[in-house]
T-cell receptor
Framework: DVKVTQSSRYLVKRTGEKVFLECVQD?????MFWYRQDPGLGLRLIYF???????EKGDIPEGYSVSREKKERFSLILESASTNQTSMYLC??????????????FGQGTRLTVV | GDSVTQMEGPVTLSEEAFLTINCTYT??????LFWYVQYPGEGLQLLLK?????DKGSNKGFEATYRKETTSFHLEKGSVQVSDSAVYFC?????????????FGKGTHLIIQP
């Protein structure tokens, strides 16, 4: 069974802390994504990566950075957590556009609360 | 760029009612189309997909047909159950959007009452 695994289901962090959200996929996918999901706003793309050490900004990259040192792992970093970063964070992976089965597979989500 | 528009929720239905959730898209070329479902507290799961015009995707009693002439991919189910309560996302994978072409609608919250 294919899997995208996020390291935590729930996290509570303090304002100003550096926060790491980890995501691992076992499907050898080139593309990996980080989204945040908020009520009424749907899924908003933070960053994506199409290869090891490659990254592209999404729609809302401010306050976030990412790291992809290995193909299977994509980390989201909140350099200095703030209360407006309280949200559900979703990681996903996929094959590139043009591949036959270019559907995205999602992790179970991490609900982050910043206090 | 690419975009997906789906009906806003919440949509509230009684058990065994007929369901339609509308989805229309704007894209260049010939995108693949998807419906994802998110149950409470979970990530998104692929519900069904269609990769070319007139294809019908189906799964768990849900169906959607890729209509290129109307740029639509409406989700339907003949008789909904309480367990279908979830948020449903229409999505496309094309060549005109960001993030290597993956574009989502905002989601439709479906509530089924017994």
């Amino acid at each position: 069974d294919v899997k995208v695994t996020q390291s935590s289901r729930y996290l509570v962090k303090r304002t100003g802390e550096k926060v790491f959200l980890e995501c691992v996929q076992d499907m050898d996918h080139e593309n990996m994504f980080w989204y945040r999901q908020d009520p009424g706003l749907g899924l908003r793309l933070i960053y994506f990566s199409y290869d090891v050490k490659m990254k592209e900004k999404g729609d809302i990259p401010e306050g976030y950075s990412v790291s992809r040192e290995k193909k299977e792992r994509f980390s989201l970093i909140l350099e200095s957590a703030s209360t407006n970063q309280t949200s559900m964070y979703l990681c996903a992976s996929s094959l590139p556009v043009g591949t036959v089965n270019t559907e995205a597979f999602f992790g179970q989500g991490t609900r982050l609360t910043v206090v | 760029g690419d975009s997906v528009t789906q009906m806003e929720g919440p949509v509230t239905l009684s058990e065994e009612a007929f369901l339609t959730i509308n989805c229309t898209y704007t894209a260049t070329g010939y995108p693949s189309l998807f419906w994802y479902v998110q149950y409470p507290g979970e990530g998104l799961q692929l519900l069904l997909k269609a990769t070319k015009a007139d294809d019908k995707g189906s799964n768990k009693g849900f169906e959607a047909t890729y209509r290129k002439e109307t740029t639509s991919f409406h989700l339907e189910k003949g008789s909904v159950q309480v367990s279908d309560s979830a948020v449903y996302f229409c999505a496309l994978y094309g060549s005109g959007g960001g993030a290597d072409g993956l574009t989502f609608g905002k989601g439709t919250h479906l509530i089924i009452q017994p």
